[in-house]
């Protein structure tokens, strides 16, 4: 793979290190053998550093690419659903129509949850998180599994891709359910993936629910617009989980726990509450300044991107959506127009141009959900049940590569060095 060879000079010493090219992208210094030669590395937050090699998402930062298996987002998020996206993403290759209807088949009937599962919710509090209980509820789910949990075969962890793409959605509206105090839905297989999550979230056993379409296009956009992003921070913590041998329910809770954070997931949450509490556009520039200001730790929530330095191409389909669906709700938000107007003002402010800081895909994504009347508080539940399908698609693919290593980084100590210790009584 590699003729090239980078050389790294250090104290006198030279040390050939081999540069590797992907099929797109920057090139990579495989840095493997340093430790060999008494360097390591130094790279808090990953700002150049590759994890791993995959084959299934590609983003072109500069660019505003996204492509998943080689389809832009765009073409996805128009042309696909998201259960194709989902076969793609995990099987490597788009669907033929057999196997479409087979994999919508087999997600289908793997929907219901053990009764079991009822049980835990009523282990927590009224007001708890949803986030909370989708990842404790995650976790809990491979106490059904464990006589099929052998990580080593493809067929065990494919299984179990499928269930946590089929039962995460349930356990996400039982978790909503749960917290306006209302009976569980079970899910229903003549529904498709988002109008039976639509069904099991809003339908009460009082009376008929009818599923709009428009709203149900909507759902399965943004299912699609989340389903993959690379190495990211709760990908990234999957992968390391599942690198000890962990079970994929527990690598799964363990990627629910890292997206709930406000930099991350939680952006979409935290976009909604700072555009409801700035209220009016006349308040817009006292908060643009806030954000600007270096001792203010105000940040304008669902701007800027580690990778995406020119556009995020999710934000790009997103703002459409957005349009389209409220005017096909027919709802008139007066946060929209806080939105548009916060948009237009940072996208011409020098302090946003110069550090690159746009809208991303969480600034439109919480105007739709609210639109189409999900609760502010299930915005990440809803990033996650979209992105499991991304983290088991990349657990499975590196539980399935030779000479797979448990992930484990190094360090800059800067602590004591080694001194004595004296008993507590002198
Ligand atoms: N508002 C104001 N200033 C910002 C913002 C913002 N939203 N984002 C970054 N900056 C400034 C930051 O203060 C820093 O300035 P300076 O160089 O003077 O210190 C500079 O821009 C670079 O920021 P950074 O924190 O070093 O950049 P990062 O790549 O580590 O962080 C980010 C990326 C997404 C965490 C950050 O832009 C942010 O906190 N955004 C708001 C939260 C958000 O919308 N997150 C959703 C990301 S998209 C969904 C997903 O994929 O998870």
């Not at 990842?135 to 464990?146: E, I, P, R």
Request: hydrophobic share 40%; charged share 25%; proline share 5%.
């Amino acid at each position: 793979m590699a003729d090239r060879k980078a050389t790294l000079q250090i104290d006198g010493q030279s040390i050939e290190l081999p540069v590797l090219s992907p099929t797109a992208g920057k090139d990579v210094v495989d840095v493997r053998t340093l430790g060999k030669h008494g360097y390591f590395t130094f790279d808090p937050g990953f700002l150049a550093t590759g994890s791993c090699e995959s084959a299934i998402t590609y983003i072109d930062g500069e660019n505003g690419v996204l492509l998943h298996r080689g389809y832009p987002i765009g073409e996805l998020a128009t042309k696909a659903d998201y259960l194709e996206v989902c076969y793609m993403l995990l099987h490597g290759e788009a669907p033929t129509e057999k196997q479409y209807h087979e994999f919508k088949n087999t997600i289908t009937k793997h929907t219901m949850v053990h009764q079991g599962i009822h049980n835990f919710f009523n282990g927590f509090r009224r007001d708890a998180h949803p986030m909370a209980m989708l990842c404790a509820v995650t976790g809990a789910l491979s106490s059904f599994y464990h006589d099929d949990l052998e990580i080593h075969d493809e067929n065990q962890r494919l299984r179990s891709a499928y269930r946590l793409i089929a039962k995460i959605p349930t356990i996400a509206a039982m978790a909503y359910k749960f917290s306006i105090g209302q009976p569980f839905v079970y899910p229903r297989n003549d529904l498709g993936y988002a109008e039976n999550f639509l069904n099991m979230m809003f339908s009460v056993p009082a009376e008929d629910y009818k599923i709009s379409p428009a709203v149900a296009r909507a759902m399965d956009r943004i299912f699609t617009l989340h389903a993959d992003h690379e190495q990211n921070a709760s990908t990234s913590t999957v992968r390391l989980a599942g690198s000890s041998g962990a079970n994929p329910y527990a690598c799964i809770a363990a990627g629910v726990a890292s997206l709930w954070g406000p930099a991350h997931g939680g952006a979409n949450e935290a976009c909604l509450r700072m555009l409801a509490e700035i209220g009016s556009v006349e308040n817009i520039p006292k908060y643009i300044e806030k954000a600007k200001d270096k001792d203010d730790p105000f940040r304008l929530m669902g701007f800027g991107h580690r990778v995406y330095k020119n556009t995020d191409p999710r934000a790009t389909v997103m703002r459409e959506s957005c349009h389209e669906v409220l005017k096909e709700l027919d709802r008139d938000d007066p946060l929209l127009d806080v939105a548009m107007e916060l948009e237009r003002i940072a996208l011409e402010d020098d302090y946003f141009i110069e550090k690159k800081l746009f809208p991303n895909v969480d600034f439109y994504s919480g105007i739709v959900l609210k639109a189409i009347g999900i609760p502010t508080n299930m915005f990440t539940v809803i990033f996650a049940l979209s992105r499991t399908v991304g983290w088991v698609s990349h657990w499975h693919e590196m539980m399935g590569e030779e000479n797979q290593k448990i992930g484990r980084p190094r360090q800059l100590y800067t602590g004591y060095t080694k001194r004595e210790f004296s008993p507590i009584k002198k």
